[in-house]
């Protein structure tokens, strides 16, 4: 029995930004499995790469954690370019990989399950039922709400959502998504119509911003702290959630896991990769960076 287990493939990325180019492993599995590799956590990762990118899996289990491969036709190839501004970025889908099944998951135990989708039909529906039975599901909606058409990702809406969302106890999305999800342009009322529709915690991140977390009716301002450089954004929102369901699996509060994940973040962010700071370089942070004001009018937009 797990605290922590993540389902999701991990990529092959090409990260673009205007000071550099980098040919890495990605995806939500492997900026999540990196970060809680520094946090040492009862974690398990079920993933899936073609024969080829086996080594990424070996670098993974060669740093302790535990990881139970599914074996894919091919690995999943993401291209990421990012502007000046770090914020956001556009996407290139050249490869695929085969979708996970129930039968994947069958022997799989776990307090709390985060689904790290990267495209719609990656963890499919049967898959969130069968962990919703066993523990807490959170759930990245960024790979439901991802059409690729000639290569190119687009924003869709999730067929699904209204049979998924009741399932899932912790669902993350930014604000383009919010909007995409609910047709809500409010953060607010994006966030209270997600509740309606069954979520327990509402965690919706704002780049350099910070974040909102909203739970039986109350919302958690989480602020962003400014890093010493913004090196890479890549992977931020996953190293946030692995922050954030540490210290909720651990028994923390929403406002003090929310500020751990987002000085998490913001400490990956200071270098190309994943999170390879500590647990005291992230209490470092919340005690001595900068902070940002999440200024209530983006909250509520009244």
Known sequence: MYDLCCVGH?????????KSIHH??????WYFSQALSQLHANYLLVTAVGASEMNYVQELERKGIAVQAVHSRHTVYFENRYGIDLNHRTQRV????????????????SSYYHIGALLADDVPLEVIQLLASRGVVALDAQGYLR????????????KEKREALPLISI??????????????????DGARLLAAWGVKEVV???GSQGSVIYCDGVFYPIPAFVPL???????????????????????????????????????KME??????????DVEYVINNAVRTTLEQRIVHQA
């Open 10 to 18: 991990i990529t092959k990325d090409k990260v673009i930004t205007p």
């Open 24 to 29: 890495m492993a990605g995806g939500t599995s």
């Open 94 to 109: 050249v490869q695929t990989a085969d979708p996970f099944t129930a039968y994947h998951l069958r022997d799989v135990y």
């Open 147 to 158: 059409k690729v058409e000639n290569e190119k990702v687009r924003l869709v809406d999730w």
């Open 171 to 188: 669902l993350k999305v930014n604000d383009d998504e919010l909007t995409t999800l609910t047709g809500c342009r409010k953060i607010a």
């Open 204 to 206: 919706i991140t704002l």
């Open 229 to 267: 450089q913004e090196a890479d954004a890549t992977g931020c929102g996953d190293t946030y959630m692995a922050g954030y369901l540490y210290q909720r699996s651990r028994g923390s509060f929403i406002q003090q896991a929310g500020e751990f994940a987002a000085a998490m973040a913001s400490k």
């Open 271 to 280: 270098a190309a990769g994943p999170f390879y700071g500590s647990e005291e």
